[in-house]
């Protein structure tokens, strides 16, 4: 046995020594029985034929499997609490992160049908059909079967690259429908990889809290269902983006990871913020001096030019052309959390109780529009005052405020900025926040999940324990601070 093989079986035993990882797993390998229901499952997966056999396939069933998934999230968790103060001190936080994995490796998508939409975009390029142009509904069969109503007949609005990898992984399973959706947590797992490596290294050389971003980014329970469990493309987006952030820190190769940004955007458009930040991070602008203006701007521009330029080499390459432009406005047609969707149907509400608007959305796509202005204008500004000198900060909040003001707001869209957040020194007001905002987006995809299995009243009593754990935490937490205080 090699030693770097002995070195890795020895992190992992490390980890599984440790009782919140193995807490955490049994609440994986729980959301990994309790996803065998037809929130998760579609008709035509292969698991309902034995399931249908052992009459699982019945109401009971699928309350008590809401029961047991409910029950996994509160156990990871409670696993995730239980690491904060000591993860990266006595085991690695990859060896955690890939013991807590593997329950989820082989189940089905969890918290989220995008997988299976992915297998039929890859599906439809098989056909010759290009996924900018149409749904996949346009294709009946057992690929669109899978995909949710709701994306059925809408377009793409992922980047070519994204497109081509699903075609490849159609291809891969040999044109089984279910088991693409499935394998579609390959590209998203070389992106978990990539953060899970990279990351501590990048805190490492920027001089920050270490432990608190293997705690906060790499251990995230979000990270764990939506990336690993829900296979989404933003993982591989994410892993892109910190090898970029990571390439400009190591090697001061910032025109390299311009090229790599470029890549990342051809898998999900929001990465071409990193391409700002990237030069900024091997030289700030300190001084409102001419010559180091017109220095840190050509290397901006430079930058941004080589993101757009091999995003658009990627772009011909992969034979697609630019119609995701066409389907910009896709992910807005689902009704999310997001601030300002809310706000504007509770407007919307109003005018169509006293019938002041015929359309019956003017409000929602007024408030919609404000939200994206709001975001533009956000991100300039973090941009002229915040990213000139903390580039990592600029590019961490402009995609929180990117995902919170868009028209709809997702848990993997939050995981955009919370991955890179503990890079930016957040004080401790600003880590209970995140907290919160994760508690809140956990509760709110139990919540999902048990309305999907008609037990929408067992998802809402989710909220009583998932908000007591971080409560209680959080008094655990400022009297073991109070405590340091006071030895100091």
């Not at 047991?68 to 995730?80: E, N, P, Y």
């Not at 082989?106 to 749904?135: C, H, I, K, R």
């Not at 959706?181 to 978990?192: K, Q, S, T």
């Not at 580039?391 to 995902?403: E, G, I, Q």
Request: hydrophobic share 55%; proline share 6%; aromatic share 10%.
């Amino acid at each position: 046995m090699s030693v770097s093989v002995r070195s890795v079986l020895d992190d992992l035993l490390a980890a599984w020594r440790v009782l919140p990882t193995r807490t955490g797993m049994l609440g994986t390998f729980l959301i990994l029985l309790g996803s065998l229901t037809p929130a998760y499952l579609p008709q035509n997966s292969p698991l309902w034929d034995p399931l249908r056999a052992m009459h699982l396939d019945n109401a009971p069933v699928k309350l008590f499997c809401t029961l047991i998934v409910v029950l996994g999230i509160f156990l990871l968790v409670h696993a995730w609490f239980r690491f904060r103060p000591t993860v990266g001190a006595d085991v690695k936080p990859w060896a955690v992160l890939t013991i807590w994995s593997l329950p989820l490796l082989l189940g089905p998508p969890t918290f989220s049908s995008d997988a299976y939409s992915y297998a039929a975009q890859g599906w439809m390029l098989v056909n010759d059909v290009s996924p900018y142009e149409a749904g996949p509904g346009i294709l009946p069969g057992a690929f669109a079967d899978q995909v949710s109503w709701v994306w059925r007949f809408t377009p793409a609005p992922y980047g070519p690259l994204s497109l081509r990898l699903q075609e490849l992984i159609v291809v891969a399973s040999g044109l089984q429908p279910y088991l693409s959706g499935v394998l579609m947590r390959i590209p998203a797992l070389v992106g978990v990889v990539l953060i899970v490596v990279l990351l501590p290294r990048i805190a490492h050389a920027r001089g920050v809290d270490a432990q608190l971003t293997a705690w906060l980014a790499t251990l995230n329970p979000l990270l764990v269902l939506d990336f690993v469990g829900g296979a989404h493309n933003d993982a591989l987006m994410m892993g892109l983006v910190v090898l970029a952030l990571w390439l400009a820190l190591k090697n001061r190769m910032w025109a390299v990871g311009a090229v790599v940004v470029g890549v990342a955007a051809a898998i999900k458009q929001p990465a071409f913020l990193a391409a700002y930040a990237l030069p900024l991070l091997v030289d700030p602008l300190t001084t409102w001096k001419g010559w180091q203006i017109a220095r840190t701007v050509g290397k901006v521009a430079v930058s941004c030019l080589l993101a757009i330029g091999t995003f658009v080499l990627v772009s011909l390459a992969c034979g697609l052309g630019f119609g995701w432009l066409n389907a910009v406005n896709v992910p807005g047609l689902v009704v999310t959390v997001s601030p300002a969707t809310v706000i504007g149907q509770g407007i919307q509400l109003v005018l169509n109780y006293f019938q002041l608007d015929s359309s019956q959305h003017a409000a929602i796509r007024l408030a919609r529009s404000i939200g994206i202005g709001i975001a533009v204008i956000g991100v300039l500004l973090l941009a002229v005052v915040k990213g000139r000198k903390q580039p990592l900060f600029f590019l961490s909040w402009s995609y929180l405020l990117v995902a919170f003001a868009g028209p709809a707001l997702h848990s993997w869209y939050v995981l955009w900025g919370t991955l890179l957040l503990p890079l930016t020194k957040p004080s401790e007001r600003i880590q209970r926040v995140a907290l919160w905002t994760t508690i809140v987006l956990l509760s709110y995809s139990a919540i999902n999940l048990a309305w999907r299995n008609g037990a929408v009243a067992l998802g809402i009593a989710a909220l009583g324990p998932l908000a007591w754990q971080a409560i209680h935490h959080e008094r655990s937490r400022k009297r073991d601070l109070d405590a340091v205080g006071a030895d100091d």
